[in-house]
């Protein structure tokens, strides 16, 4: 909130006005916070962005959720606004460390997952060489932005589905401390979680499960949790979080690669479970 007070500020000492617009250049961080400003700025200006990570590429400059955190906890301040145009150069892309190049990949395989089975075909051809990258990054946008004109504010459900593999993903990056774990890492093994809370409930084969946690290894990304991090405090975490209620949760499943649902299926002791057999 410092940071979008300073921005906000020193807009107004440079003389913008309502008429003026803001360029978020940057990653996801950059986007959110340039976002929210735009959001608040003499009660909303026009927002351009353009991302230079693969998060930001294929997830946060798409959807116009915007936002900054709290001690709190993570984006519970923000404002939906809709970017006004969205400019991503993929060429930015080959500058990314490794880890932060990799990291994106598990947005891109829920995309897959969740929405386009024939995703997962172009990832796994690809793997981490940095071809085709505007195919790539073109076909996740279009998921995100489909599913978000479907269901802008979140509120027929089918916007949750992009929250695949994200709740048991934010206990873990939290119990790992914020830092510690990039978010697609801690992603990565919600998603382990979920494919096998799929198998389980719903109709998720084998096969197409052991596709999908191949790609992640893949990419690189975890999917077994490191045993330093403490069990108790993941599920503490995920205890608290506010989706449960009554101890049920609506939990994204898939029936198959490719198409998502919500659960009320998924309780507690199931996430539990999922929880233990993702330690080695
Ligand atoms: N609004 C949404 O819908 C949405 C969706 C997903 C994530 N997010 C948010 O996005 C943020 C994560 O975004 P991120 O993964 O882009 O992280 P980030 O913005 O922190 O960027 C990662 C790092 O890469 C650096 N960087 C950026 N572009 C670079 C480039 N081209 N070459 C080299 N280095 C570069 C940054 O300076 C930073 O150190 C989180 O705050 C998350 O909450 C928002
Ligand atoms: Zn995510």
């Keep these: 909130m410092q940071q979008i007070t300073d ?9 913008l006005d309502r008429h003026s617009f803001l360029i978020a250049l940057g990653g996801g961080v950059v986007g959110d916070a340039a976002g929210f400003a735009a959001a608040i700025f003499q009660r909303g200006i026009p927002v351009v962005q353009i991302p230079t990570t693969v998060v930001a590429q294929v997830d946060s400059s798409v959807g116009g959720k915007t936002g900054v955190n709290t001690p ?3 984006n519970l301040i923000g404002a939906f606004h809709q970017p006004d145009l969205v400019f991503a150069d993929v060429s930015t892309l080959g500058t990314l460390p490794e880890r932060e190049y990799n ?22 051809k690809i793997g981490r060489e940095k071809t085709q990258l505007t195919e790539l990054i073109t076909r996740n946008v279009a998921i995100k932005a489909a599913i978000v004109e479907e269901d802008e504010r979140e509120t027929t459900g089918t916007r949750a589905l992009l929250n695949f593999g994200h709740t048991i993903g ?26 096998r809370l799929s198998q389980k409930y ?12 191949a790609a992640l290894e893949l990419l690189r990304l975890p999917t077994q949790l490191d045993p330093g ?23 994204v499943l898939l029936k198959s690669l490719g198409n998502a649902f919500v659960s009320k299926e998924v309780s507690f002791t199931d996430i539990e479970t999922a929880l233990n057999d993702l330690y080695p």
């Excluded at 921005?7 to 003389?15: D, F, P, S, Y």
């Excluded at 089975?117 to 172009?122: M, N, R, T």
């Excluded at 995920?238 to 949760?249: A, P, S």
């Design 7 to 15: 921005i906000c500020r020193r807009m107004l000492q440079a003389e």
């Design 103 to 124: 990291e994106g990949f598990a947005e891109i395989i829920k995309h897959a997952a969740i929405r386009d089975a024939s995703l997962l075909d172009l990832v796994e």
């Design 202 to 213: 719903s109709s998720l084969s084998n096969t197409e499960a052991q596709r999908l946690i």
């Design 72 to 74: 709190e906890g993570k």
């Design 229 to 251: 991090i403490d069990r108790k405090t993941v599920l503490q975490t995920l205890r608290l979080d506010k989706k449960f209620v009554d101890g049920q949760i609506r939990f």
């Design 170 to 195: 934010h206990g873990i990056e939290a119990a790992a401390g914020y830092g510690k774990m990039l978010h697609g890492e801690a992603i990565s093994l919600g998603l382990v979680a979920a494919i």
